[in-house]
């Protein structure tokens, strides 16, 4: 596979041009390929092949905050070299342009948006794309700059002057790291962020369960630091290879030294904030000292979180509960789970956040429960929670709940929300109560010369004849509601200070022997934090 990329296209919201660059060959234009992009019905892959083309071209797609990317290429490539090619022009153009990247921002900075794409990408052949290495290969104009350029006065340097002397610095040893980095003040920060996602049955137990985790560390050292990190597990160190599942690293991370010793990563940072690792975590088939879900646990009951989906009630079970039992309050956990083996979920998180978590016990952040609504529902009558903000958006058919932290900080609470569900008219409902007003027609209908009080025979088999045919409507109507009732309901939450996995940070040691330009003498303030997220992930079904 020796395929090139042959072109870039970026389009906004509202599929309109935003920038087109083109590397190799003849591709197809931005305007013949968005037609033949959108004719894909949705969901749409990361990779499509368009055969009715000359020559048969692949599109890689990619959308990032309301912006559409497509790359277009007719030869055989990898492809995930190729959408990881995308990713990092997305986040080069964010480290360029600042986040969140917009069209209007593309637009105003194209010489440095072209600049970026043709240092990346040479003749369709992916080059350098960290952002670190970058940083001395393309030119940005400063605030002075602009200003002098505004003014037009003939101190400021054009740019043909000025690319010989950028193109004249020597490439850095390290590809992801400037040369001659300097900082006032030395500090090494690491995240651990685990986004859950987890399948629980009705009765609460998990059908699976796996945590995804993402080790963002920032480096702001003077010189070339050597660094090593020791991560542990929740029955330590020597048990880390059977806890991390499909481990991926930053170039600059000594494979050799994790192979040797899993667990420890032993790298030379970029200068600032970057991805470090990545990781899974199967939260489901631990047992013993690794054990991280044991009998009748889940990772929302670690985090202090219990919930209930209940369907059917009333009358004519048109109601369905959905209860929340939220303890926000970690302490007791933290205080018990130091001495613990991490024989349960709760216990291998208290071991992540003991002593590690110098800003305070964990807390309990963002609930919303999102309850989808099959599409045979009408409307929802009557919303009831007991606490926070419930609403209905029947073009998208879910129910969202939102708690807020305000609620969330008064400790063990119980949330409740009932809603009462109203299924589509049935040729019964018209007869019954064509005008809907309650006078009906046939049996059910009301008759003005009817005697306030009757006692005759006649009309006591009319009443029970009226009362067997309403008994007969119920148990339909129960029968109806039965399948307006929800399926499935998601939570999401963030839990600062705690990991599901237990994994947590045991060291940061800078070597100085190994490390050049630091100073003498020089310790560097470090920092951890640690972070779960489920957006949705956590889902119940009935």
Known sequence: MNGVVEALHIYDEHNALVLSHTYSSRPLSASHLLPLYLDHPVPRPNLLYLPNTNPPTLVFNLTHANLLFLLTTSSEVEPLLVLEFLHRVIDSLEEFLTAPLLAHKIEANYDVVAQLLTEMCDAGTITTTEPNALRDMVEVEGFMDKLLGNLNLPTKPTFASASPALHAQPTPALPWRRANVRHTSNELYTDLVETLSVTLAP?????????????????????????????????????????????????????????????????????????????????????????????????????????????????????????????????????????????????????????????????????????????????????????????????????????????????????????????????????????????????????????????????????????????????????????????????SFAVKGWLASGIKVESIHLDPRKSRGLGEGVKPYKGVKYLTVSKGGVEIRC
């Not at 480096?219 to 991560?231: A, C, M, N, Q, Y």
Request: overall charge neutral.
């Open 203 to 491: 009765s609460g137990r998990p059908l699976a369960a796996f945590a995804n985790g993402t080790i963002a560390f920032t480096s702001k050292v003077s010189g070339v630091p050597d660094l090593l990190l020791t991560l542990t597990g929740p029955a330590g160190k020597h048990n880390l290879k059977s806890v991390i599942d499909l481990p991926v690293f930053h170039p600059c991370v000594r494979l050799a030294r994790w192979r040797e010793q899993p667990g420890v990563l032993s790298f030379i940072p970029p200068d600032g904030r970057f991805t470090l690792a990545g990781y899974e975590v199967d939260l489901m088939p631990f047992t013993g000292d690794a054990a991280l879900v044991g009998a009748g646990a889940n990772p929302a009951e670690a985090a202090r979180l219990r919930w209930r989906l209940r369907r059917g009630w009333g009358a004519t079970g048109s109601d369905f509960e959905v209860r929340v039992q939220v303890n926000r309050m970690f302490g007791p956990a933290a205080a018990g789970g130091q001495g613990a083996r991490g024989g349960g979920l709760g216990g291998g998180g208290a071991r992540g956040f003991g002593a590690s978590t110098p800003s305070g016990a964990p807390a309990l952040q963002d609930l919303a429960v999102s309850v989808p609504l099959p599409a045979d529902v009408r409307n929802l009558s009557d919303i009831r929670p007991t606490r926070g903000d419930a609403t209905y958006n029947p073009g998208d058919r879910a129910l969202e709940w939102t708690i807020s932290n305000k609620e969330l900080a008064q400790g063990t609470a119980s949330f409740v929300l009932r809603c009462t569900v109203v299924g589509q008219m049935t040729e019964e409902d018209e007869e019954s109560d064509p005008t809907g007003f309650g006078f009906g027609t046939g049996a059910n209908a009301y008759s003005y010369d009817e005697p306030y009080q009757n006692s005759s025979p006649v009309a006591k088999s009319a009443k029970a004849a009226v009362d067997a045919s309403g008994a007969d409507r119920e148990e339909r109507r129960a029968a109806q509601n039965k399948i307006l009732m929800p399926s499935s309901a998601s939570l």
